[in-house]
């Protein structure tokens, strides 16, 4: 039986002895336990800021070209985000009891160096996600300038496929962004604290607008369901639960990024359960409710706010709807896209590369990747960009849940995360187990990954790997359990299943 002591949260003795760790950087490095200070709101509010987005108003959205009802197409999200949310209490319980970000954590069971594998796959997903979201950003701020300066401004030249006050555009959304994780975590934090009720409040006020016009709200949510409930809509079903799993399966590897900040265990967990699947709910409700409006008011569904919004005559409502888009576009890109990527990147070269150099290269290569080429074809945007990714982060997160939850029983040995030779050195550095139950996991899931005939995307209608296609329908849920089962097996026989911490531990209150 564990001491009690033991399950509070656990801060290093003598953090100075790592200074010269080659593997530790002032941000990799635990938290003290008294600059924990993050509280149960704050992560409600971080949840309720990066769940108010432009993508997850689209997401809805998606659901319904698809053939889905509103009812079938809320219920696919809410319980998508209900699922994702296991994972990702299970990994931030790391994050407040040992204070350390994801790329540490994952050093325990992918070894010290190994766990860059880990770390690049989850920060180059999220450096796609910051481009895409930066790109629509910025198009928020193009509509805008249109706004206000007119034909000098929509009249631009074209310049590279795109006018160039558009490119202007993306670059003045990209300088904000990187101001803000510039500044460090306690921006982030004041940022959301004040941004998600501020985005909730205006999308209410727009609905309470579209509900008034369209005369009440039954025929907003009327819509019919080209799929039925049966064999028509199965197949649509589980490509989309994967899709909506796979949304937020970034996070589910990395909240230990924020939750290393938290007070308490209580206050983390039950601040992400308040804030993230009823969050996520209800603004998909508000977005199917104000989309199904828009038809009865200008006699067409329009799915993309920044076009609902210029579909304003007053400068003033029009600036204040993108506005709120775009605080909202902030509040979850640099929360989820930026910050965590910044951690991953540091650890690769701790002594070099810094959190905020880290959130630069993150910027950089979100628009090397070329966003705006993501969101020209909605089907590779949705389904095979969040289904790909998906199948592969959910073969990572088996291994961290397998390895802290049932092997180690949550017990690490904080020193020696960031030692050469330590208890996570294993083969130089790296655990093969791990490797293989991440690459094994992976192409299970998105081996058989395709493109339906007929529709632009990169991959054979017939699947990259044929046999495995029918499992590509799963491919979350096929990564996350062969990751977890097969680690187990690899690693078990030769890994104790926990061992004490050589450091001091202190228990925080109300833990």
Not at 79 to 88: A, C, K, S
Request: proline share 6%; hydrophobic share 55%; aromatic share 12%.
């Amino acid at each position: 039986m564990a001491s009690p002591a033991l399950e509070g949260p656990v801060e290093l003795a003598d953090p100075a002895a790592l200074a010269d760790s080659p593997y530790a950087n002032a941000e990799l490095l635990p938290v003290p336990i008294a600059k924990r200070t993050w509280s149960l709101y704050n992560y409600t509010a971080l949840w309720i800021g990066m769940s108010h987005n432009l993508v997850t108003y689209t997401l809805a959205a998606s659901l319904i070209t698809v053939g889905m009802s509103p009812a079938q197409a809320l219920v696919t999200i809410a319980l998508g985000n209900l699922v994702v949310l296991v994972p990702m209490l299970l990994n931030s319980h790391a994050g407040t009891k040992y204070g350390i970000p994801f790329p540490v954590f994952a050093r325990a069971f992918y070894g010290v160096r190994g766990a860059n594998f880990a770390a690049l796959l989850r920060a180059i997903v999220a450096c796609g996600w910051f481009g895409i979201q930066t790109w629509i950003g910025g198009e928020g701020i193009n509509v805008i300038a249109g706004k206000l300066f007119g034909s000098w401004w929509t009249g631009a030249s074209v310049v590279g496929g795109q006018q160039w006050t558009l490119w202007l555009a993306f670059a003045i959304f990209w300088i904000i962004q990187m101001a803000v994780i510039w500044r460090g975590m306690d921006a982030v934090r004041r940022f959301e604290n004040w941004a998600a009720p501020f985005v909730l409040v205006v999308f209410l006020a727009v609905l309470g607008w579209v509900i008034h016009r369209a005369h009440g709200v039954g025929a907003l949510l009327s819509q019919p369901s080209a799929l039925g409930w049966g064999n028509h809509f199965l197949p649509v079903f589980w490509p989309s639960l994967m899709a909506m799993i796979a949304f937020w399966a970034t996070l589910s590897l990395n909240m230990p990024d924020f939750t290393r900040f938290s007070r308490s265990q209580r206050g983390q967990a039950l601040g992400q359960a308040l804030g993230l699947p009823t969050t996520m709910a209800f603004f998909s409700l508000i977005a199917v409710m104000i989309t199904s409006g828009t038809a009865i008011i200008y006699g067409k569904a329009i799915w993309d706010p920044t076009q609902l919004a210029a579909k304003f005559s007053n400068p003033f409502v029009v600036t204040l709807g993108i506005v709120t888009l775009l605080v909202a576009t902030v509040s979850v890109n640099v929360a989820a896209n930026v910050v965590s990527p910044s951690y991953d990147f540091s650890n690769l070269a701790p002594r070099l590369i810094s959190r905020r150099v880290g959130g630069l290269i993150a910027g950089v290569i979100g628009v090397v990747i070329m966003p705006w080429r993501l969101l020209s074809n909605p089907h590779v945007y949705i389904y095979d960009w969040l289904n790909f990714y998906g199948g592969v982060l959910g073969a990572v997160a088996g291994v961290l849940i397998a390895g802290y939850w049932i092997l180690k029983r949550t017990r690490l040995d904080l020193a020696d995360l960031y030692r050469k030779g330590g208890a996570y050195w294993y083969a130089g550095g790296w655990s093969w187990q791990a490797v293989v139950a991440t690459v094994v996991g992976a192409v299970l899931a998105v081996g058989g990954a395709s493109t339906p005939a007929g529709t632009a995307g990169p991959f054979p209608a017939a699947g990259l790997i044929p046999f495995l296609k029918p499992l590509y329908s799963y491919s979350w849920a096929v990564g996350f359990g062969t990751g977890l089962v097969l680690y187990l097996l690899l690693a078990a026989p030769g890994r104790a299943a926990a061992s004490t911490p050589a450091e001091p531990v202190a228990v925080a209150a109300g833990e």
